[in-house]
């Protein structure tokens, strides 16, 4: 700390300015930049500067060329569909309509075991919320298709209870299972997650015993995380 | 795009802070853009899209600022979408508004590349997406209340505060850079410059 008799602001409240601005280099910058994820109040002033610069970047809007939407789409979304559109289609409305035995006989037709002897797939991974209240430590074995889960901190609500989404790079998250109780759980992931190729990502809800009845996450998102470089067991 | 113009943060434009009320009219379109960054985080492509559409005309514009308009910031502005899309789960942790969040990812985006260019080398990510575990109601409507503000309170800093954050932060300047500028030595910029970031800090938090 270089307080300045005239300075009217603390250190890091200067620092967290800089930062935000991208003025900062070299050593000063490491630090800045391992300090916004470690320490909260550190990053909330980060955050303050970046809403108060962000007004300096409100322009009025520019046509962008047509192709450019095209360009964005294809490189979040790359690769073709996999499935038939029926059979896709078919899985999806039938979680949509929370018919899940239907979604769970295909599932189980469609699922593969893995070669014995392959290597293993394992990939590691945390959810925490953000308010910090609730954190989950994940293991997906993508040899084996199944993904293990450990709450480290935080419930479902008295009533509630837990359950598990995933999704690859272009698809609409599917639930892999309820955790209705217990610190721990294994579940099995549907064939889609098990064929996910690149980013991986795992959710946790809080839904009514039972599982959600929309088919996608009603109650409160605890968090999710993305797993990159995920491959598909051969 | 009459659809962004409303999901402005700044309803304090002119100096008035906003009122309760101008928060609640903002916070339909607002609540729908969060929605759409939550949908996208769980892997809705057609969620992503209507950000896309909704924001793109603010966010190239952001883009032609820093890097002028053409094929450069073409490609910053797909590379903050991606970001967008990929880090869209971390969106609520910032507390942002979701305007402002688009924006400063597209902002750092763009000034990694222009510093790129500058100095030749291929983007390398300067700025993290911020987890920001602090952040926390109060701040998040610290920010957005003070957001419009800052146009008036750059005015006030003199032109050549002004030009100097403006400098910083949309042209990726650094302090050495400033200095080399103004012809003075870096600790002497860097302490004005510091002075100034507190002047402002003060006018748009008064």
């Not at chain 1, 901190?153 to 309820?178: K, M």
Request: charged fraction near 25%; aromatic fraction near 6%; include cysteine.
């Amino acid at each position: 700390m270089s307080e300045r008799p005239e300075d009217t602001l603390p250190e890091d409240a200067l620092l967290a300015a800089e930062y935000a601005m991208g003025l900062l280099d070299g050593e000063e910058r490491r630090a800045a930049r391992s300090r916004v994820s470690d320490d909260p109040a550190f990053a909330a002033q980060v955050a303050v500067w970046e809403g108060r610069l962000a007004s300096m970047a409100d322009f009025d809007p520019v046509p962008v060329p047509a192709p450019v939407r095209a360009a964005v789409m294809e490189r979040i979304f790359p690769r073709p569909r996999k499935a038939p559109f029926w059979q896709r289609l078919g899985l999806w409305q039938t979680l949509a309509g929370g018919a899940a035995a239907a979604a769970l006989a295909l599932a189980v037709v469609a699922f593969r075991p893995a070669d014995p002897g392959a290597p293993s797939r394992l990939y590691p991974a945390e959810i925490v919320s953000v308010e910090g209240d609730f954190r989950v430590v994940a293991l997906v074995d993508m040899q084996s298709s199944e993904v293990l889960l450990a709450r480290t901190a935080g419930a479902a609500p008295e009533g509630r209870i837990l359950q598990v989404w995933a999704h690859g790079p272009d698809e609409p998250a599917q639930s892999v299972g309820l955790w209705p109780a217990g610190d721990n759980v294994r579940l099995r992931l549907p064939p889609e997650i098990a064929a996910v190729q690149g980013v991986l990502t795992l959710g946790v809800s809080e839904e009514p015993p039972g599982g959600s009845l929309t088919g996608r996450p009603s109650g409160r998102v605890f968090g999710t995380v993305d797993i990159p470089g995920v491959s598909p067991a051969r | 795009m009459t659809l962004i113009d409303t999901l402005k943060d700044d309803t304090s434009r002119g100096g008035t802070p906003p009122k309760p009320e101008a928060e609640t009219a903002l916070s339909a379109p607002q609540a729908m853009l969060e929605d759409l960054i939550a949908r996208a985080s769980l892997g809705d492509r057609g969620a992503f899209e209507a950000i896309y559409d909704a924001t793109s005309q603010k966010l190239y514009a952001v883009c032609c600022r820093i890097l002028g308009q053409g094929h450069a910031a073409e490609d910053a502005m797909q590379d903050a979408y991606v970001k967008i899309w990929t880090h869209a789960g971390r969106y609520r942790v910032t507390g942002h508004s979701p305007m402002t969040w688009l924006i400063t990812i597209t902002r750092n985006t763009a000034i990694d590349r222009l510093r790129a260019q500058r100095s030749g080398r291929d983007v390398t990510e300067y700025h993290d997406i911020h987890p920001a575990p602090g952040s926390n109601p109060e701040t998040a409507i610290l920010a957005r209340a003070e957001a419009g503000r800052i146009s008036a309170c750059l005015d006030e800093l003199g032109e050549e505060r002004r030009r100097a954050i403006t400098g910083a932060y949309l042209d990726g300047l650094s302090y050495a850079d400033l200095a080399e500028r103004a012809g003075i030595p870096l600790n002497t910029m860097r302490t004005w410059l510091r002075r100034g970031l507190m002047a402002l800090k003060e006018c748009v938090s008064r």
